[in-house]
């Protein structure tokens, strides 16, 4: 039961760089979330699927980009990097019913430092 | 989404029951409540999820009063593994985004 693996789980890189965080999941869920969590804001939606090809932005989606090729991955790029993106990232998905009440499930995280 | 009100902290001795209550005197006919809770350097862990009745699983109970306007998470028998951030969250069930909204918690320490 491989679940839900984020990589890398450790990141530091410079301003200016472009950093692409990896999510993959194993159930096939069909939405997939990526959430940041600063000291003092809790967590933070970044952006959120509901499918392959179709993506959409949460309340912090300023300087992030995403992608869904696949239904398995979804990866969080941030196309050229600044310290306050520095943060621990967090990758969930969750399965849709008709009653549409199944929980989200967290990976480990990734922790970025942008010096 | 309904807001959340939860205290900062709280304790208890290990192998007690950990009684974790929530306020959300706002909720909405079509909002859930779901439990999650954070253990340090973790992702969140999803605990448990209700309605209007009463729900429990292995991981713990949750009691919804019946006015829907709080509720309580009971882990029945606390370890030390238990100490975590815990979070209260109401939303709509078939919102388009199905997003969700933390808090700030409550701040569970089980004391040996």
């Known amino acids: 039961d491989a679940g839900i693996t984020q990589s890398p789980r450790y990141k530091i890189t410079e301003t200016g760089r472009q950093v692409t965080l990896m999510c993959h999941q194993t159930?096939?869920?069909?939405?997939m979330f990526w959430y940041r969590q600063d000291l003092g804001h809790g967590l933070r939606l970044i952006y959120y699927s509901a499918a392959a090809d179709i993506t959409d932005k949460g309340e912090v989606p300023d300087g992030y980009v995403v992608s869904r090729s696949k239904t398995e991955n979804f990866p969080l790029t941030l196309e050229s990097a600044t310290r306050s993106q520095t943060s621990v990232y967090f990758c969930a998905s969750s399965e849709i019913t008709f009653f549409g009440n199944q929980p989200q499930h967290f990976g480990d995280g990734t922790r970025l430092s942008i010096l | 989404d309904a807001k959340t009100t939860q205290p900062p902290s709280m304790d208890c001795a290990e192998g007690r029951a950990a009684n974790l209550p929530c306020n959300h005197s706002?909720?909405?006919?079509?909002?859930?409540v779901y439990w999650y809770r954070q253990i340090h350097s973790q992702g969140p862990q999803y605990i448990i999820h209700g309605l209007k009745n009463n729900e429990t699983n292995e991981m713990a109970s949750l009691i919804i009063t019946e006015d829907r306007k709080s509720s309580t998470l009971i882990l029945p028998h606390a370890t030390l593994r238990d100490t975590a951030v815990y979070y209260c969250i109401v939303r709509v069930a078939r919102d388009s985004s199905y997003k969700l909204i933390f808090g700030s918690g409550t701040r569970l320490l089980v004391r040996p």
């Open positions: 159930w096939s869920h069909s939405y």
């Open positions: 706002t909720i909405s006919g079509n909002e859930y």
